[in-house]
């Protein structure tokens, strides 16, 4: 496979979440659809599924089917052009099953003949139908929109509205913490503060069991799943994978290009899963670049609402065929980086290689964010605040005259 359909392939094996319409309605509101006003809910769900892609399948997986995806060739899908290519996939699925199997899902089953090689491939497949379900469209989705919309109305935020990087991120974290489904169990989240990673925070969550809720109900996960021990996640019981979240400002009203070094360093990244920002006021979630320019999975097309419940559900509109890309000085300053760590060793060794790459230099004099060893109760940062106050990402001294810009506040 040449270096382009390599590429191709990895790309269209990523999580591709984007605007739905005729989903249930949200969490207190009476809107049926995120067009125009989820984009960076949209983001933060795509580089979690990256995560999750990570923890369970591995860096090296791709989907079979990702070079057979059809190239978009408008800028917004319309609601029938959505539904169209929605029955012709239902279409095709029960006609192939009827030929076939008849009544038979589309996973063939673990005692069906085969390879062990084949085997393998069924399961990988069951596990990425199963993360992508728990991103569905309605209320029961472990990680769907009206999950984040509804953890946002603690935090002040309501389905309409716009929502920085920084606010997504404290989302992203309680909706994994809060996750009901047992295969969710062995990874937890960690966002930063004040632009701050406090290494000893990081290896306590590496550390602390999570137990899933005594209410949960049964997981529909793969049996490897159930048991907590994905194909290729850590099969330690005392131990978790970890999402780090890193809300940064690279700039002031406009993104600085000394930090572009910065960002194509952090993009090369094995454990990288991307950062999410944007253009202002227009999210999406980045990926890659070339030359000066950055890759990204665009949330801006109208899809009609996928019932994730059912065993057969359609998988094409979950994946995007086409990457774009943005110049860096058109990004946005505000955003979220974001990593994965399976392991106490793995951050330890990605503490060290991110501290080498945040290096001051001659341009960039002033790092991004920073690695310091203790908790961060150690320094008292928000001595005082109830813990609803602790989760925003920057604190307000009502004794200084501040400057406040999106998600942050500039001293």
Not at 253 to 270: H, M, R, V, W
Not at 336 to 355: A, H, K, M, N, P
Request: aromatic share 10%.
């Amino acid at each position: 496979m040449g270096n382009v359909d390599a590429f191709r392939k990895d790309f269209a094996s990523r999580v591709w979440l984007t605007y739905r319409e005729e989903f249930p309605p949200l969490p207190g509101s009476v809107l049926t659809s995120d067009c125009g006003w989820g984009c960076m809910l949209r983001a933060g769900q795509m580089m979690l599924a990256q995560a999750l892609l990570l923890h369970f399948l591995g860096r090296d997986w791709t989907w079979s089917e990702a070079l057979k995806l059809q190239p978009l060739d408008t800028e917004t899908w319309t609601t029938t052009a959505a539904k169209r290519l929605v029955a012709s996939l239902e279409a095709s699925l029960q006609g192939s099953h009827n030929s076939s199997n008849p009544g038979s899902p589309p996973i063939p089953q673990a005692q069906a003949p085969g390879s062990a090689e084949e085997a393998d491939a069924h399961l990988k497949e069951m596990y990425h139908r199963t993360l992508v379900s728990w991103f569905g469209d309605s209320p029961s989705a472990q990680l769907g929109l009206h999950k984040l919309v509804h953890l946002g109305l603690t935090m002040g935020k309501q389905a309409g509205d716009w929502y920085g990087p920084a606010v997504v991120a404290h989302i992203l974290k309680k909706a994994v913490e809060e996750a009901m489904d047992s295969g969710l169990a062995g990874i937890t989240a960690y966002v930063s503060q004040d632009c701050t990673v406090y290494s000893a925070d990081v290896i306590d969550s590496h550390r602390a069991p999570r137990a899933c809720p005594a209410s949960a109900e049964r997981s529909d996960a793969p049996p490897s799943l159930q048991n907590n021990q994905p194909a290729s996640a850590s099969s330690l019981p005392d131990s978790r994978a970890v999402i780090i979240l890193i809300p940064v400002r690279l700039g002031g009203e406009k993104t600085n290009p000394d930090y572009f070094n910065f960002a194509k360093s952090i993009l090369s990244l094995e454990y990288c899963i991307g950062i999410i920002g944007g253009k202002p006021k227009q999210a999406c979630y980045f990926v890659g670049f070339q030359d000066d320019s950055l890759i990204y999975m665009d949330p801006h097309y109208c899809q009609s609402f996928v019932d994730v419940s059912t065993s057969d559900f359609p998988l094409q509109s979950y994946h995007c065929p086409s990457p774009k890309k943005m110049h860096f000085s058109k990004m946005d300053p505000s955003c979220t980086i974001g990593f994965y760590s399976r392991s106490v060793q793995d951050y330890e060794r990605i503490s060290e290689e991110l501290s080498k790459v945040l290096q001051p230099s001659a341009k960039e004099k002033y790092p991004a964010f920073t690695f310091v060893q203790g908790h961060g109760r150690d320094y008292d940062l928000s001595a005082g605040l109830t813990p609803e106050k602790r989760e925003w990402p920057f604190i307000r001294d009502s004794r200084r005259t501040v400057t406040t810009v999106g998600d942050f506040v500039l001293l």
